[in-house]
């Protein structure tokens, strides 16, 4: 810890995150929430449950943060977080089942890797799920010795040259590593930490995809709870009497704060902190990065894919430009394919225009499918990078930093400011259910209650 003036209270708050001062706390009158994304709302619902006065304070124009649930194709579609992962005691599979939500189970299984046009022979699949089994298990050990400023990708290098594939096989266990790897984690493999890889706990249980989007359960969360649309937060001052929170229209005084703004635009400065945050908290937000997921949904006059395929891509020479593809006729009832592009080929994506992004979606699946192929009737995507309230998609830790960063990102400071977020939850980070959590958690210190549960 940096030394630090007793004659200035507001610098002694700011760098010391207090725990909460048992004995003599009292319940918050008021409690302002920044942004309302699942997070913010998930806190936002706990405190009002709760008896206290919340007031959510949103940048953009519309609720659910980096959940967007599109209708421009005509139907829903989840154009940001789409899936429920693992629905065994996950909270986020409780509200659905509340809710009584429709939901449809994704198959992993049902995954086909095409190789010059032509999908990979039974036998041969088999070979690369069982090659990719022990690679995985290869790279846990490398992870034993590794230093915190060890990328991946060397490990990974590594255990693909020991299993002596070549051509074919090679292309598809390469392919297979940017599906479970750099497509979830919106990074190559050179931009994430072996030390930290595979650290995450996952719920047991199915995926689920919700047919009538994410937007039903951040609509059921905010109910009754009043938010404010269209106000970035400029500022965020704390002392020993409360908060102030400046938007570009309006000052708020409370009692505390719950700061759910994505770590991507934490990073970029969005929000001056008064004072500023505790060194641990800002060393926290640089270390760790954000991945980079873009989506792009296409609706076809008739299905050209194998019906009960719920996955696929082309295996390629460059794992990097690997693009999957989800099949969302089940989901939604329509012929819609929804293409994933993570990491190098997701921030490309960013930088040219529609047109260019049908035609670089409709030429790989011209490679897999040839003439059959046509150009969708209609297509969305998204730029979560260039998006000024999220600046990428969820956070990641690249080479150099630890998964003791998360931990740090969930001190409350000074009694007066929570964070939450995906990016503040050590054991479910990037997830959905991470982010709920993380807003109940934040909503648990506020009110004084162990937060050990969340």
Known sequence: MAMHSRRDLLRWAAALPLAPFAGRRRAPA??????????????????????????????????????????????????????????????????????????????????????SGKPLSNDVATEVDAAFAALWEDVLRAKEAAQTRDTLEPAFLAAVKNTGFEGARKRALEATIASAVETEAGANLSALGLAAFDEDVAFEGDDWLLPQGYAAIVDGLAQGITVRLNEPVKSIAYDDKGVAVTTGTSLIRADKVVVTIPLGVLKKGGVTFIPTLPEATRKAIQQLNMGILNKVAMIYDQRFWPEETHSFLQAKENRSEVIEFFNFDGVVGRPVLVALLGGKLGRELESIGPKAVQDLVTNELRAMFGTSVTTPKRFVGTRWLGDPWSRGSYSLVPPGATMEAYDALSVPVADRVYLAGEHTHRKHPSTVHGALLSGRRAAAQVLGKGDEEF
Request: net charge negative.
């Open 30 to 115: 008021h409690v302002v929430v920044v942004g309302a994304g699942i997070a913010g709302l998930g806190a936002a619902r706990a405190l009002a449950d709760a008896g206290i006065q919340v007031t959510v304070i949103e940048a953009r124009n519309r609720l659910g943060g980096r959940i967007l649930t599109d209708r421009s194709l005509g139907f829903p579609i989840d154009l940001g977080a789409a899936w429920i992962h693992g629905i065994e005691n996950n909270p986020v599979a409780d509200l659905a089942l509340k809710a009584k939500l429709p939901t449809f189970v994704t198959d992993y299984g049902s995954f086909a890797i095409y190789d």
